[in-house]
């Protein structure tokens, strides 16, 4: 029985035997396959053979110093194979006495743990790692929301800086096309007055022969007329001048006012591009700017009229209507001067951007008309072409209670 005792431990085990001075007498093939060694390289030797030269020396002298003593050394062992791999095992080294309680020889008793330490170590330095995260952790916070604060505010001053630079080159360019239209008002006078100027200028030759005939009642008449023309000029200087004359304040106005004092300061430039224009207009009332609606309107107009040029259509035709839909005020100007390209349609509202020569336009008309109908009165203005007419169409909310 003691026999089959000895063949379950040595085939459960890692056995070594070795003589009082630690040389190996016995080992198992257990022992040989987890070290490495064959028994011949290993009977005869120190058992020191497996020593790691990781451990400490107490060790050693801890377990010498046990087991001399005749008592019972357990531990778990770091052990080197032959080809410098490293195992642990759990060691038992058992002195065993002869009938004088002398010591003869040790034998050992081990198991494999190479696995369960290697565990055991791996998550200790997880362990550890997090430790190290976690005391590390409300510094790195702490620097990682100082910097976002600073990236915040840096972000901060740059967009009012954007803004700044935004706000300032719409304001120029605001003043351009004003300016750019002012001119072309001053033109648009200078031309209505022409032919006014000519008939006073025939009118006075008149009353100068009434008074050479002493004509009293015609000269009357013609004084009368010269009156007449005189106060048409007049009123021709003070459209233009209201026109001009900066509003800021927004108010209730109507829509339709504001189409027909268009085509009323146009009235001449249409006439004598023999263009015909079809109005069509609801009365409508909505809330901002009466005459930055105008001349948005102008700059449709004239942008047709220029087309109508450019691409020398011989039948002119503007169409205007005015209707309310779903909450808004819906103007379409319609013209038939051949169409806006492709390449061209989707950049019409960008500042600056022109087909015309240089002189005779500042690619600004439409960008701010864009802009008047965004922000001036809360609606937009878009743009489809097709078969050679184009259509501008403008929306503006209704004012609530008018709805
Ligand atoms: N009714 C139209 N028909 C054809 N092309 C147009 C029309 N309206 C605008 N465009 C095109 O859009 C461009 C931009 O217009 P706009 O912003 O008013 O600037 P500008 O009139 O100074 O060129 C014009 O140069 C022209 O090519
Ligand atoms: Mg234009």
Redesign the pocket.
């Known amino acids: 029985m003691l026999e089959q005792y000895k063949n379950a431990i040595e085939k459960s085990n890692i056995i070594s035997k070795t003589d009082t001075e630690g040389i190996i007498t016995f080992v198992n093939d257990e022992f040989c396959k987890i070290s490495g060694y064959t028994k011949e390289q290993l009977i005869g030797f120190n058992h020191n053979i497996v020593r790691h030269p990781d451990v400490e020396q107490e060790k050693f002298e801890d377990l010498w110093r046990t087991i001399k003593s005749k008592k019972v050394y357990k531990n778990t062992v770091k052990n080197r194979a032959k080809d410098g791999s490293t195992f642990y095992v759990n060691t038992t080294v058992i002195p065993i006495l002869d009938h004088k309680e002398e010591i003869v020889e040790f034998i050992a008793i081990r198991y494999d743990v190479t696995k369960e330490v290697f565990y055991k170590e791996e998550l200790l330095k997880k362990e550890k790692q997090l430790q190290d995260l976690n005391e590390t952790l409300e510094l790195r916070v702490h620097r990682k929301t100082k910097e976002l604060e600073e990236l915040n505010e840096t972000l901060e001053k740059r967009i009012k800086e954007e803004v700044n630079k935004n706000e300032q080159k719409q304001k120029v360019m605001f003043l351009q096309s004003r300016q750019a239209s002012l001119g072309q008002m001053i033109a648009n006078i200078a031309h209505q007055w022409r032919q006014p100027l000519t008939e006073l200028n025939l009118t006075l030759f008149s009353m100068k022969k009434a008074a050479q005939n002493s004509d009293e009642a015609k000269l009357i008449e013609f004084y009368d007329e010269s009156k007449n023309i005189l106060k048409n000029m007049s009123e021709t200087i003070e459209d233009f001048t209201n026109f001009f004359n900066p509003q800021k304040e927004k108010h209730l106005f109507f829509v339709n006012e504001s189409i027909e004092e268009a085509l009323s300061l146009l009235d001449k430039m249409i006439v004598e591009n023999m263009i015909s224009v079809k109005v069509k207009l609801e009365k409508i009332e909505v809330l901002g700017i009466q005459n930055e609606l105008t001349q948005v309107i102008i700059?449709l107009i004239k942008?047709?009229k220029?087309?109508f040029i450019t691409k020398a259509i011989l039948i002119r035709e503007i169409s205007i209507t005015l209707t309310k839909e779903d909450g808004f005020a819906h103007i379409e100007i319609q013209?038939n001067?051949?169409?806006?390209q492709k390449e061209?349609i989707e950049n019409?509202f960008e500042p600056y951007?022109?087909?015309?020569h240089q002189s005779s336009?500042?690619?600004?008309?439409?960008?701010m008309s864009k802009m008047i109908c965004q922000k001036g009165l809360d609606g937009d203005l878009d743009v489809s072409s097709k078969k050679g007419v184009?259509t501008f169409s403008i929306k503006i909310p209704l004012v609530k209670s008018k709805i």
């Open positions: 700059n942008n047709a220029d087309a013209d001067a051949g169409g806006i061209n019409i951007f022109t087909t015309k336009g500042t690619g600004l008309g439409l960008f184009t």
